[in-house]
């Protein structure tokens, strides 16, 4: 069956915003019953990042949507495993290529079988891999249980970053594969297992074809978006444009048009059922956050440019290091590239997007600075110089 390619609502840019808020899980009260957890599902993924500076992105994620929570207690809620109904503990999530390398709940473990075949598929590979490496992996890892690259025999050789040793050419082989899972991250390290001994039986052998898994990903898109270009839907799993072509009429997302986007669109037929209503915190997002991950559709959705600029040359950074979005009153109205001083938290730079939205920016730095255990906020720069006395003034 095949949706009607007639766009099922016209929607206005404001609209369209307001929907995509309340579907990555902003408007409206959270769920702090679900909590971490919570947010996970419905987002269908939290991106990964080695950047810690408030914190690493995948805490930042939940922060922004429930608040304070405990650090440890995010990290818990990802891979502390549960043993209900199950013989072994189980983990409530993995890791796996998604958008890049993310957290993904359990339950989508079926829905990527295409890209582990894909990968097994694939006729070349970045590094070389000696005879037999493989197989004592698999082994070790059978025999001993989850464990490090380091306690496989080694993450690197001698030389460069990039220098694996066999042990983990051979993990990072099988992780591709899906025959080894990462169940949960250890000092930032992965920590790998068996798939067959982590992930539940009926979610292992789920077997999905790869059309299948490509609708199902796309309609888990749209929902988690709730409006979107093919661009925006196809990114938030990297699907290919083709891909997202040939099973978004199965997918049940519906078309739409948007005022002022100028290309098509799609959206979760659920989101349009009720108008988005409600209030939510004010806070600074992750540059990794999915609401605003994709740089044109932030520019689209929002009107609001934003660049990671932690790998281009400090010479020409525009907003600094780790630029964070601030998200207030459903609107992104400046950033804010932190860094810690002791127990200080300081703004290296602040731009805003005019006096209103001073408030905002003091009451999101207050909190942040709160929830990493800082007792004082220092800004150091403001992009409208004018506007710098009444900061520090807000920030009490």
Same mark, same amino acid.
């Given at each position: 069956?095949?949706?009607? =390619?007639?766009?099922?609502? +016209?929607?206005?840019?404001?609209?369209?915003?307001?929907?995509?808020?309340?579907?990555?899980?902003?408007?409206?009260?959270?769920?702090?019953?679900?909590?971490?957890?919570?947010? &996970?599902?419905?987002?269908?993924?939290?991106?990964?990042? *080695?950047?810690?500076?408030?914190?690493?992105?995948?805490?930042?994620?939940?922060?922004?949507?429930?608040?304070?929570?405990?650090?440890?207690?995010?990290?818990?809620?990802?891979?502390?495993?549960?043993?209900?109904?199950?013989?072994? $503990?189980?983990?409530?999530?993995?890791?796996?290529?998604?958008?890049?390398?993310?957290?993904?709940?359990?339950?989508?473990?079926?829905?990527?079988?295409?890209?582990?075949?894909?990968?097994?598929?694939?006729?070349?590979?970045?590094?070389?891999?000696?005879?037999?490496?493989? +197989? /004592?992996?698999?082994?070790?890892?059978? /025999?001993?249980?989850?464990?490090?690259?380091?306690?496989?025999?080694?993450?690197?050789?001698?030389?460069?970053?990039?220098?694996?040793?066999?042990?983990?050419?051979?993990?990072?082989?099988?992780?591709?594969?899906?025959?080894?899972?990462?169940?949960?991250?250890?000092?930032?390290?992965?920590?790998?297992?068996?798939?067959?001994?982590?992930? $539940?039986?009926?979610?292992?052998?789920?077997?999905?074809?790869?059309?299948?898994?490509?609708?199902?990903?796309?309609?888990?898109?749209?929902?988690?978006?709730?409006?979107? *270009?093919?661009?925006?839907?196809?990114?938030?799993?990297?699907?290919?444009?083709?891909?997202?072509?040939?099973?978004?009429?199965?997918?049940?997302?519906? $078309?739409?048009?948007?005022?002022?986007?100028?290309? $098509?669109?799609?959206?979760?037929?659920?989101?349009?059922?009720?108008?988005?209503?409600?209030?939510?915190?004010?806070?600074?997002?992750?540059?990794?956050?999915?609401?605003?991950?994709?740089?044109?559709?932030?520019?689209?959705?929002?009107?609001?440019?934003?660049?990671?600029?932690?790998?281009?040359?400090?010479?020409?950074?525009?907003?600094?290091?780790?630029?964070?979005?601030?998200?207030?009153?459903?609107?992104?109205?400046?950033?804010?590239?932190?860094?810690?001083?002791?127990?200080? &938290?300081?703004?290296?730079?602040?731009?805003?997007?005019?006096?209103?939205?001073?408030? /905002?920016?003091?009451?999101?730095?207050?909190?942040?600075?709160?929830?990493?255990?800082?007792?004082?906020?220092?800004? +150091?720069?403001?992009?409208?110089?004018?506007?710098? =006395?009444?900061?520090?003034?807000?920030?009490?």
């Amino acid at each position: 069956m095949t949706t009607d =390619p007639r766009p099922a609502a +016209e929607l206005s840019a404001d609209e369209a915003r307001r929907i995509a808020l309340r579907a990555q899980g902003f408007l409206g009260a959270p769920d702090r019953r679900a909590g971490v957890r919570g947010v &996970l599902r419905h987002l269908g993924q939290v991106q990964l990042d *080695t950047i810690s500076v408030l914190a690493r992105s995948h805490e930042l994620i939940p922060y922004a949507r429930l608040g304070a929570v405990g650090r440890r207690t995010v990290e818990d809620a990802y891979w502390t495993a549960s043993s209900e109904g199950a013989a072994a $503990p189980r983990p409530h999530a993995f890791e796996y290529w998604s958008h890049a390398a993310c957290i993904l709940p359990i339950e989508e473990w079926p829905l990527f079988a295409f890209r582990r075949r894909a990968y097994r598929d694939r006729p070349h590979w970045g590094h070389q891999l000696s005879d037999g490496a493989y +197989e /004592a992996v698999i082994a070790q890892l059978r /025999a001993e249980g989850p464990q490090t690259a380091t306690e496989l025999g080694g993450a690197k050789n001698k030389g460069e970053w990039w220098d694996w040793s066999d042990s983990k050419i051979a993990v990072e082989r099988a992780l591709m594969y899906g025959e080894v899972v990462v169940t949960e991250r250890r000092g930032w390290k992965r920590v790998y297992d068996l798939a067959e001994r982590a992930v $539940p039986d009926a979610l292992l052998h789920d077997d999905l074809d790869d059309t299948e898994c490509l609708r199902r990903l796309v309609r888990q898109a749209g929902e988690a978006l709730g409006v979107g *270009t093919r661009a925006d839907i196809a990114d938030y799993h990297r699907i290919k444009a083709e891909a997202f072509d040939a099973v978004v009429a199965d997918s049940g997302l519906v $078309p739409v048009t948007v005022a002022g986007w100028g290309k $098509p669109a799609w959206a979760d037929p659920a989101a349009l059922a009720t108008e988005p209503r409600g209030r939510h915190r004010t806070t600074l997002l992750s540059p990794f956050d999915s609401l605003i991950w994709e740089r044109a559709r932030t520019e689209r959705v929002f009107g609001f440019t934003h660049r990671l600029e932690a790998y281009v040359p400090k010479q020409k950074r525009v907003y600094g290091y780790f630029a964070m979005p601030v998200l207030a009153g459903g609107r992104l109205v400046g950033r804010v590239d932190p860094a810690r001083d002791g127990r200080t &938290l300081v703004a290296r730079q602040v731009s805003l997007e005019g006096p209103k939205a001073v408030p /905002a920016v003091a009451t999101a730095l207050r909190e942040a600075a709160a929830w990493v255990g800082c007792d004082a906020v220092a800004v +150091e720069r403001v992009d409208a110089p004018e506007l710098a =006395p009444e900061l520090v003034k807000a920030l009490g």
